[in-house]
C-alpha cells in the first residue's frame, strides 16, 4: 500500500485543517509514493523509537508529536533533529505526525472518557460550524464526588502511572474536572470560566499551579508522557480498522520520569 493511501484514510478521520495554526501536523518525511507494508507507531520520533522502527522492518512511522515543529535551516548529523530526519530517509521510512488535529478529534474524548467525566463539554473552541464545536480538552462531572487525594488515586490508576503531583488540599471535595492532555497552563482561563474544581493536565509550573489554588481549582499533574502515551494503543486499533491488511507495531510504554 502506498503512503499516499495510509495518509487519506487517516485525514479522513483527522483532518489536518483541525490543527493549530502553530502546529506541524501531517506528511512530514518521505516520498507520498513508497510502498509501505509496517507501520511503527510511537509518541515522539527519537533515537531509540526510530532504532525501534528500523529493527522492526517498518516502512512508516506515525507519531503524535511531530519531529520538525519550527523552521530549519540545516539538515546534518551535527543535530539531533538532523540526524533522526537523515536516518528515516536513509531507512526509507516516510514520518506522519499527527499533534493537534488528533488532540481536537481523538485525544480528548479519549481522555475524557478514561475518567468517565459525564455531561462533558469542550474546554476550549478551536473550531465551530453549524452548531457543531470541537477544541482542545473537556470538562465535566466526575463518576462521584470525591476528595483531591482520591481524585488523585483514580487518575494514576485510569491512566495507569507510577506517580501524580497534586497541588491543593488532599481533603478537598471535587466533582467537577476539566483535562487537557499534555501542557495545559494556557487554559487556565477556559478552566476557570466553566467552573471546574480539578483540573487534570500536566507542565504544570509551580506559580501557575499555586495561582490556579488560589482562585478555587486543585491541579493533578500526571505528567505529559502520562497523559498521551495512550494514543499509541488507540492509534494502534484504530489503524487495524482503517487499514486491516497493514500490520501496526508500537512502542513499549517507557515513562521517561523516573521519581527517586
Known amino acids: 500500500m502506498k503512503a499516499i493511501e495510509i495518509i487519506k484514510s487517516i485525514e479522513k478521520k483527522y483532518p489536518v485543517s483541525f490543527a493549530e495554526s502553530w502546529d506541524n501536523s501531517g506528511f512530514l518525511v518521505g516520498d507520498a509514493d513508497w510502498e509501505v507494508k509496517k507501520i511503527f507507531l510511537a509518541l515522539d520520533v527519537t533515537d531509540e523509537t526510530l532504532?525501534?522502527?528500523v529493527k522492526a522492518g517498518a516502512d512508516m512511522m506515525i507519531t503524535h508529536h511531530p519531529l520538525i515543529f519550527s523552521g530549519?535551516?540545516?539538515?546534518?548529523?551535527?543535530?539531533?533533529?538532523?540526524?533522526?530526519?537523515?536516518?528515516?530517509?536513509?531507512?526509507?521510512?516516510?514520518?506522519?505526525?499527527m499533534h493537534t488535529n488528533f488532540d481536537v478529534l481523538g485525544m480528548a474524548d479519549l481522555s475524557a472518557d478514561l475518567l468517565n467525566l459525564k455531561d462533558r463539554q469542550v474546554l476550549e473552541v478551536t473550531w465551530q460550524e453549524?452548531?457543531?464545536?470541537?477544541?482542545?480538552?473537556r470538562?465535566?462531572?466526575?463518576?462521584?464526588?470525591?476528595?483531591?487525594?482520591?481524585?488523585?488515586k483514580f487518575v494514576k490508576k485510569q491512566y495507569r502511572l507510577p506517580f501524580v503531583k497534586l497541588y491543593g488540599?488532599?481533603?478537598?471535595?471535587?466533582?467537577?474536572?476539566?483535562?487537557?492532555t499534555g501542557s495545559g497552563k494556557s487554559l487556565m482561563k477556559e478552566v476557570l470560566a466553566k467552573k471546574a474544581e480539578v483540573y487534570i493536565t500536566s507542565d504544570m509550573d509551580y506559580h501557575s499551579a499555586i495561582d490556579a489554588g488560589a482562585q478555587g481549582v486543585a491541579v493533578i499533574d500526571?505528567?505529559?508522557?502520562?497523559?498521551?502515551?495512550?494514543?499509541?494503543?488507540?492509534m494502534k486499533q484504530e489503524l487495524?480498522?482503517?487499514?486491516?491488511?497493514?500490520?501496526?507495531?508500537?512502542?513499549a510504554v517507557n515513562h521517561p520520569c523516573k521519581v527517586l
Open 130 to 137: 453549524e452548531g457543531r464545536s470541537e477544541g482542545i480538552g
Open 222 to 234: 500526571a505528567g505529559h508522557y502520562g497523559t498521551e502515551y495512550i494514543f499509541m494503543e488507540y
Open 169 to 180: 488540599e488532599p481533603e478537598k471535595k471535587v466533582n467537577s474536572a476539566a483535562v487537557c
Open 139 to 152: 470538562v465535566g462531572k466526575l463518576p462521584r464526588e470525591m476528595t483531591l487525594e482520591e481524585c488523585g
Open 72 to 97: 530549519m535551516k540545516q539538515v546534518t548529523a551535527g543535530n539531533f533533529i538532523g540526524r533522526r530526519l537523515i536516518k528515516l530517509i536513509e531507512n526509507h521510512i516516510c514520518y506522519y505526525a
Open 240 to 251: 487495524k480498522e482503517l487499514l486491516p491488511e497493514l500490520p501496526v507495531e508500537t512502542m
Open 51 to 53: 532504532e525501534m522502527a
